[in-house]
């Protein structure tokens, strides 16, 4: 069975400094995983996905997230972080047939002025 | 193109009544789904549909109906609300990725 796991539920960081999720999953064959942002009241809207190419995904807002076998993760990062990315993300795993998608609980990011 | 609209945004029930919340796609996915969000859970899946004309239980289906109507629309039915089934629902469309509507913020009293 697959599942993820998002190992923070609160990130607290100072715009302008980087950001980092993180996530592993399980998965008894490839995965694909995904990243989903939330903003308040709102629906979600996908940043990124990794299908078994590069290992090194970017997405959309400068986040990218790199997808580790060794290490059963799939971090997301971002350089530098804005105001604007104050949100919930979730990661999110699929198998062989991406239509039926397992969420993680979600991380929670405050962004500090 | 309004991708995925779901109507109503905010509903309130009484514990007994029922009800249903309407989900329209205009992207032509074969694909449709209804998911809860409860606090610290993320979403969890109750219904999905493959294809017009057929549906299968997700993860969390006791409670509630489906019924994809045609290849657009794909309605979630509450026959007899629980306080438990308060949550925020969301209906979604995919083609190899999932496009997500905005969200319907249902309370039971």
């Known amino acids: 069975a697959q599942s993820v796991t998002q190992l923070d539920s609160h990130v607290s960081v100072s715009e302008g400094t980087p950001v980092l999720l993180r996530c592993n999953y399980s998965s008894s064959y490839s995965p694909s995983l995904f990243w989903y942002v939330q903003h308040p009241n709102k629906g979600l809207q996908l940043l990124l996905k990794?299908?078994?190419?590069?290992?090194l995904v970017k997405g959309i807002n400068g986040f990218e997230a790199e997808f580790k076998k060794s290490e059963t993760s799939f971090h997301l990062t971002k350089p530098s972080a804005h105001m604007s990315d104050a949100a919930e993300y979730f990661c999110?795993?699929?198998?062989?047939?991406?239509?039926?998608?397992?969420f993680g609980t979600g991380t929670r990011l405050q962004v500090f002025p | 193109n309004a991708g995925v609209t779901q109507t109503p945004k905010f509903q309130v029930l009484k514990t007994g009544q029922s009800m249903t919340l309407q989900c329209a796609q205009d992207m032509n996915h074969n694909s449709m789904y209804w998911y809860r969000q409860d606090p610290g859970m993320g979403l969890r899946l109750i219904y999905y549909s493959a294809s017009e004309g057929t549906t299968d239980k997700g993860e969390v289906p006791n409670g509630y109906n489906v019924s994809r109507l045609n290849k657009r629309e794909f309605s979630l039915r509450l026959e007899s609300a629980a306080p438990s089934q308060t949550s925020v629902y969301f209906c979604a469309s995919s083609f190899y990725e999932q496009y997500f509507g905005p969200g319907t913020r249902l309370t039971v009293t």
């Open positions: 999110v795993v699929s198998g062989a047939n991406t239509d039926k998608l397992i």
């Open positions: 990794y299908t078994s190419a590069a290992t």
